[in-house]
């Protein structure tokens, strides 16, 4: 059965660097994986995807200030997003998938950027 | 990218089906046949109901449908049980190779 484990700081001050990191279980390194975001009561928003092999692709609304990376060797990847603000205060999710979809999912992280 | 759009709230009574769409561009949603659909329980990650337009993963009831016809995909949930509360949430592969996720709809079983 796969399983997604994610952890990472989880209050930051403003400009500071947010870091988490994903690790998968259960599957082979293979396929997709992606982070998305969910502001407090509001919708979702795709941040970027990585291959296994470690190609990488990012919204263009965040392109700017966001770096995912893979660890193989660990069965783990990795978000950080530069120069936090309010605004980046939210739910991180990350996700494995195949087919244009995403298909299993990690437990969130709240993420709460002060002034 | 702009969000896809779905209707902010849908309810129904037990037992009666319900429909939520989801509109989005010639670049997303009719240009692909990669639109999925997540059901989001509160306080809970997303879970993948429907892929590819209309398969659904092992496991999820086929009670969840989906469908699309031009910009616009649908999802239908027959014999609405109190389980099925819940927000859902469409996503689309896009034309730039992002995904889009829509602005999310809360379902009420009444």
């Known amino acids: 059965q796969v399983q997604l484990q994610q952890w990472g700081a989880g209050l930051l001050k403003a400009s500071e660097t947010l870091s988490l990191t994903c690790a998968v279980y259960g599957a082979s390194f293979s396929d997709y994986y992606c982070w998305v975001r969910q502001p407090p009561g509001r919708g979702v928003e795709w941040i970027g995807e990585?291959?296994?092999?470690?190609?990488?692709i990012y919204n263009p609304s965040l392109k700017s200030r966001v770096t995912i990376s893979v660890d193989t060797s660990k069965n783990q990847f990795s978000l950080k997003l530069s120069s936090v603000t309010a605004a980046d205060t939210a739910v991180y999710y990350c996700?494995?998938?195949?087919?244009?979809?995403?298909?299993?999912w990690g437990q969130g992280s709240l993420v709460t950027v002060s002034s | 990218q702009s969000a896809l759009t779905q209707p902010a709230s849908v309810s129904g009574s037990p037992g009666q089906s319900i429909t939520i769409s989801c509109t989005g561009t010639?670049?997303?949603?009719?240009?692909?046949?990669?639109v999925s659909w997540y059901q989001q329980h509160p306080g809970k990650a997303p879970k993948l109901i429907t892929y590819?337009?209309?398969d659904r993963p092992p496991g999820v009831s086929n009670r969840f449908s989906g469908s699309k016809s031009g910009n616009t995909a649908s999802l239908s949930i027959s014999g609405l049980q109190a389980e099925d509360e819940a927000d859902y949430y469409c996503?689309?592969?896009?034309?730039?190779?992002?995904?889009?996720f829509g602005t999310g709809t809360k379902v009420t079983v009444l």
């Open positions: 590819g337009v209309s």
């Open positions: 010639s670049s997303d949603v009719g240009g692909y046949n990669s």
């Open positions: 990585i291959s296994h092999s470690g190609s990488t």
């Open positions: 996700a494995r998938g195949s087919d244009y979809t995403w298909n299993f």
């Open positions: 996503s689309s592969y896009a034309s730039n190779r992002i995904y889009v």
